[in-house]
């Protein structure tokens, strides 16, 4: 049996998307899965309770650092933690670009819209929503993909559409998306882990098998 593959998240928020990630893969009937520790972007953050409570380990980046003081804490601690695949889920710094090289196609982010639509710069937690609802779109979603050195823009690996539906507010469409976000995220990092899907060099996501073959995924409740 070949070793585990070693899943390291960032995080700002609440860890939802954290904790959906230790319910897959953390355990005994999953030992080729390890979730080797959660960098949270600021003390006090409800991710780093959530890791406690899973005796996962943790680190919180220092506040005052400079970019490249970031960058080196974060090489750091994944290195220590010698992570093969980095997660951001509610992550919300831009990753430094020593860092997307050095886990280039192996850095996913879980983004609570469907990209290239409503992501980018300062589009984060309720802004997203409220956007939605301002353009009147009546499907919105969510999207993993593959970090690169903007915000939101790296080549997409899945998505999942979710309705908005009359009298929605920002807060009831982003519980709608985050519900399936619980699951499109670790199904694409298991898409990953295995090998079914990978970033070629030229940025072109490649499936080895189709993503509808690989999951059985739907978005009902339960
Ligand atoms: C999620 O909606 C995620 O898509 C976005 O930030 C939110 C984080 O939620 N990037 P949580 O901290 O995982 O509960």
């Given at each position: 049996?070949?070793?585990?593959?070693?899943?390291?998240?960032?995080?700002s928020?609440?860890?939802?998307?954290?904790?959906?990630?230790?319910?897959?893969?953390?355990?005994?009937?999953?030992?080729?899965?390890?979730?080797?520790?959660?960098?949270a972007?600021?003390?006090?953050?409800?991710?780093?309770?959530?890791?406690?409570r899973?005796?996962?380990?943790?680190?919180?980046?220092?506040?005052?650092?400079?970019?490249?003081?970031?960058?080196?804490?974060?090489?750091?601690?994944?290195?220590?933690?010698?992570?093969?695949?980095?997660?951001?889920?509610?992550?919300?710094?831009?990753?430094p670009e020593?860092?997307?090289?050095?886990?280039?196609?192996?850095?996913?982010?879980?983004?609570?819209?469907?990209?290239?639509?409503?992501?980018?710069?300062?589009?984060?937690?309720?802004?997203?929503?409220?956007?939605?609802i301002?353009?009147?779109?009546?499907?919105?979603?969510a999207?993993?993909h593959?970090?690169?050195?903007?915000?939101?823009?790296?080549?997409?690996?899945?998505?999942w559409?979710?309705?908005?539906?009359?009298?929605?507010?920002?807060?009831?469409?982003?519980?709608?998306?985050?519900?399936?976000?619980?699951?499109?995220?670790?199904?694409?990092?298991?898409?990953?882990?295995?090998g079914?899907v990978?970033?070629?060099a030229?940025?072109?996501v490649?499936w080895?098998?189709?993503?509808?073959?690989?999951?059985?995924?739907?978005?009902?409740?339960?």
């Open positions: 049996m070949s070793d585990a593959v070693r899943i390291a998240v960032l995080a928020g609440g860890g939802s998307n954290f904790q959906a990630l230790v319910d897959r893969f953390q355990g005994a009937e999953n030992p080729q899965r390890e979730i080797v520790g959660v960098i972007s600021r003390e006090g953050a409800g991710v780093l309770e959530r890791a406690h899973a005796g996962v380990a943790s680190a919180v980046s220092p506040a005052a650092a400079t970019g490249d003081e970031m960058a080196v804490f974060l090489r750091r601690t994944l290195d220590e933690w010698r992570s093969d695949i980095v997660v951001l889920a509610g992550y919300m710094k831009l990753v020593t860092l997307v090289r050095a886990w280039w196609g192996r850095i996913l982010n879980i983004h609570p819209a469907l990209l290239p639509s409503f992501g980018g710069r300062g589009m984060y937690g309720a802004r997203v929503h409220r956007a939605v301002e353009a009147g779109v009546r499907i919105t979603g999207t993993v593959f970090v690169d050195e903007a915000y939101d823009r790296g080549p997409i690996l899945c998505q559409p979710v309705p908005v539906l009359a009298g929605d507010t920002p807060e009831s469409v982003a519980a709608r998306v985050l519900t399936v976000e619980h699951r499109l995220l670790p199904a694409a990092v298991e898409a990953l882990a295995s079914v990978r970033l070629e030229d940025r072109r490649h080895v098998r189709e993503w509808f073959e690989t999951e059985t995924f739907t978005n009902r409740e339960g």
